[in-house]
């Protein structure tokens, strides 16, 4: 069957720029999508370097100004991989231009441009690239609550442990002031939690927190802790930091049920931690379950039972069940929609820790 199309602009040649231009190439190797994907504009700021990334993942041309691109009529799908405080300017006119929208998390630095997002893209297909939630271990946590393996919720205990703050060699970059990044441990890590946990959890209710900032003369967080109330009786807590010495990447999450308890740690990604208390007293233990066998999520698109897959396959299988939502004519999640919702979160966590007490979570209706 021939495939269809689609022209991708890629904008932003850094870390993501590459998880992204692999996904492109990738995709329909493991993703069984009527879309053939072409690599055909990435934009950033540096010609040079431009030109030998594209060298590298073969995209056909480059370009130093996105505005121009975004509104080229031979472009399809406008990818959105640039400093956070950038996205909103770069996906509206995106959206004007009727392109389909695909942005970086966190999906904006405030809610009043996540709504403007939301609303520019309505009726156009749209994603946020909250890749954790194609993690097979991750997926398959989702799979089980659904289930009603977990029973009634009690706590949901997350976790997002990076050390790279502590680094006094490393030189100050856009993730590291308000005006590059709009913020800091909470916009960067805590975001990917908070859309894991009202995704596995639900909507929550209220929230109190604080911020902290250990770097002199830095206007951003470098830490937020986060109590949460859910609106499913649970209760929770959240915390992101850049300073966890001993943590290189730790995003973590533990869900403890009246009928069982759930873990999860991306330093050891292919493994998701089950305790069954339905199980009799005497034999009840914590196992490790090796994610990626038979009926497991994803195992059938990647490799032979246990042979594990690893990061970059979370943006490959984030953009294949995108594709495959698009061909169906589906809503697909996360869309913006979740990432204006992940931002009303944020809101009220930077409102409690600025002025204390607890904190409703506007539900982005
Ligand atoms: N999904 C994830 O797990 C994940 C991981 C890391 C970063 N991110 C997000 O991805 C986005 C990019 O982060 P990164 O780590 O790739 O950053 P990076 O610093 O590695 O790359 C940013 C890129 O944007 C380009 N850029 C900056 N200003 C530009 C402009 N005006 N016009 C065109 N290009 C411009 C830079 O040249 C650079 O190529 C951020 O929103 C970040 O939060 C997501």
Same mark, same amino acid.
């Given at each position: ?45 540096? *010609?040079? &370097? #431009? /030109? $030998? ?13 996105? =505005? !121009? ?67 097979? *271990?991750? &997926? #398959? /946590? $989702? ?13 949901? =205990? !997350? ?71 859910? /609106? ?134």
């Amino acid at each position: 069957m021939a495939r269809k199309k689609l022209r991708v602009a890629l904008v932003g040649q850094g870390f993501m720029g590459r998880a992204h231009s692999n996904a492109y190439r990738q995709v329909g190797h493991f993703f069984d999508v009527p879309y053939e994907m072409e690599t055909a504009v990435l934009c950033g700021r540096d *010609a040079a &370097a #431009l /030109a $030998k990334m594209a060298a590298t993942w073969g995209w056909q041309e480059t370009s130093t100004d996105w =505005r !121009a691109v975004v509104e080229r009529p031979d472009i399809d799908v406008v990818d959105v991989a640039v400093p956070n405080v950038l996205h909103a300017e770069l996906a509206i006119a995106a959206a004007k231009a009727g392109k389909i929208v695909l942005c970086e998390k966190p999906l904006a630095v405030s809610s009043e441009e996540s709504a403007r997002m939301r609303s520019a893209v309505a009726g156009l297909p749209n994603m946020v690239w909250f890749n954790y939630r194609r993690v097979p *271990a991750i &997926a #398959l /946590a $989702k799979r089980m609550i659904e289930e009603n393996r977990v029973g009634r919720v009690f706590h949901y =205990r !997350a976790q997002y442990l990076q050390e790279w703050g502590n680094d006094p060699t490393r030189p100050p970059n856009w993730k590291t002031s308000r005006a590059g990044a709009g913020s800091g441990a909470v916009g960067d890590l805590m975001t990917h939690s908070l859309d894991l946990a009202l995704w596995l959890n639900g909507p929550m209710r209220e929230v109190m927190a604080m911020q902290h900032t250990f770097a002199q003369g830095r206007d951003i967080d470098d830490a937020t802790l986060v109590m949460v109330r859910f /609106a499913n009786g649970s209760i929770g807590s959240l915390e992101a930091t850049r300073y966890a010495v001993g943590c290189r990447n730790r995003n973590a999450f533990e869900i403890h049920g009246g009928r069982g308890m759930l873990g999860f740690d991306l330093e050891d990604l292919t493994r998701l931690t089950w305790f069954d208390a339905t199980e009799p007293r005497d034999i009840q233990a914590a196992r490790k379950l090796l994610v990626g066998a038979v009926g497991h999520p994803y195992a059938g698109n990647f490799w032979k039972l246990g042979h594990v897959t690893g990061y970059e396959h979370t943006f490959i299988a984030a953009l294949g069940d995108f594709l495959g939502a698009l061909s169906r004519g589906e809503r697909f999640e996360p869309g913006f929609d979740q990432g204006h919702r992940v931002q009303l979160a944020v809101e009220a966590i930077q409102t409690s820790a600025a002025r204390g007490g607890w904190v409703t979570v506007e539900q982005g209706e």
